[in-house]
């Protein structure tokens, strides 16, 4: 089994920074809810609405402040970031009314979209182009460990059901980031990239990028699956008991902390990238065949089934995000890495923002069908990011940028 940790330099320092965040994060993500409702006083669909707001405002803003990383240095500007979002979390602890929980929130959004931007073209700057996806590999391990660490210690908060609890979750939320930054000092700066001039933002002129990633955010409909869609199918149309939906949970964070960088060795450019793609489609489409099957059985079928849609799952996920962050980088012009890195991640946001609404329609509204609808959007994208990733290469006016441009995939 490949060493789980990244290699001493660089990478591991950007993993210690992402391990220490992400601790904070994971705390928060479990109690979050709760105590907007249940501290704050802010109704559900009031929550519901302010985040929707603000990650759609974050998806926008992140673009800017990713070519600010390339105009002004992706160091300094992650760890301004890393900052900002500590002072976001922060702000929630004074926060007793809609409006500045949705400034809050706004501002919490727009620093994590720019700071992931602002990362990307660290980790651009000082990983050689042949190991960034094995680096990432990396960097999503550590994050899933520092989430499933941090939501253990969010749910000692939960346990404990006070206002003190809640808010030392987010005090250390908040101290995790200033930690982030001080990690991220250990770094080395690098300088501004000349190729950036002028106040345009290229990515958002550049057509074949701009299909890559919406193709990839179809890919992406995968994450509100699993925290949105199977906790409501498990509960509204199987007779599988309510505490699977934490089990598989588990086992998603389980095997990609365990397989993840395995399974990005194999992605080392476009073709291997677009064939990582096609299989993880291949495998969407069996898994939302299996978990449909869930319904039609007895509680041990039902379990069964949903284990085993599980594996698929996330087997699909380790494939699609290795390809997607080859592509996503290799398709990236030199010199503006932050900036386009900030467009790509605009997925995330989207999937995470629209993904429930359409999930709840097609799965609860729709059933079997709507599952094979599911599976089939999906590995109709799988199919088509690789002609298209294609084109993408052939456009671009730096061929060091795309070092396997011309090759069939």
Not at 258 to 270: H, M, N, P, Y
Not at 371 to 385: D, K, N, P, R
């Amino acid at each position: 089994m490949p060493n789980p940790l990244p290699p001493a330099g660089p990478q591991r320092t950007l993993a210690l920074a992402q391990l220490s965040n992400s601790l904070g994060d994971g705390a928060y993500y479990v109690t979050s809810a709760l105590y907007f409702t249940h501290v704050v006083g802010l109704a559900p669909a009031r929550i519901g609405l302010g985040l929707t707001v603000a990650w759609a405002v974050g998806s926008v803003v992140g673009v800017p402040l990713g070519r600010i990383a390339d105009r002004r240095g992706p160091r300094g500007t992650a760890v301004l970031l890393a900052l900002a979002t500590g002072a976001a979390v922060a702000s929630f602890l004074a926060v007793r009314d809609f409006l500045p929980f949705l400034v809050a929130a706004c501002l919490y959004a727009s620093a994590q979209s720019g700071l992931a931007a602002a990362r990307q073209a660290l980790l651009a700057g000082l990983v050689a182009k042949e190991d960034r996806t094995g680096a990432l590999a990396h960097l999503q391990s550590t994050l899933n460990a520092g989430l499933a660490v941090g939501a253990a210690l969010g749910g000692l908060a939960l346990s404990a059901g006070t206002r003190s609890a809640y808010l030392t979750v987010f005090a250390i939320d908040a101290l995790s980031f200033v930690l982030c930054a001080l990690v991220l000092l250990r770094l080395p700066a690098l300088a501004p990239t000349s190729a950036v001039r002028g106040a345009k933002l290229e990515v958002l002129r550049d057509r074949p990028y701009a299909a890559v990633t919406l193709l990839n955010t179809v890919l992406l409909l995968r994450m509100p699956l699993l925290s949105v869609g199977l906790p409501l199918w498990i509960n509204e149309r199987t007779d599988a008991p309510t505490w699977l939906v934490s089990a598989l949970f588990i086992l998603n964070t389980g095997a990609v902390m365990l397989f993840q960088v395995r399974t990005a060795r194999s992605v080392s450019g476009l073709p291997t990238a677009a064939r990582a793609i096609r299989r993880s489609g291949v495998l969407m489409l069996l898994a939302c065949g299996v978990f449909a099957a869930s319904a039609a059985g007895s509680v041990w079928a039902a379990v069964a089934a949903l284990v085993g849609g599980s594996v698929l799952l996330v087997a699909a996920e380790m494939l699609q995000s290795a390809g997607s962050w080859q592509l996503g980088f290799d398709l990236a012009p030199a010199g503006r890495v932050g900036e386009y890195q900030g467009f790509f991640g605009t997925g995330v946001t989207v999937a995470r923002t629209l993904g429930p609404l359409l999930l709840t329609a097609l799965l609860m509204g729709m059933g079997t069908t709507g599952w094979l609808l599911l599976g089939g959007l999906v590995l109709a994208a799988s199919y088509a990011l690789g002609p298209v990733a294609r084109w993408a290469a052939k456009t671009r006016q730096d061929p060091a940028s795309v070092p396997v441009a011309t090759s069939t995939a």
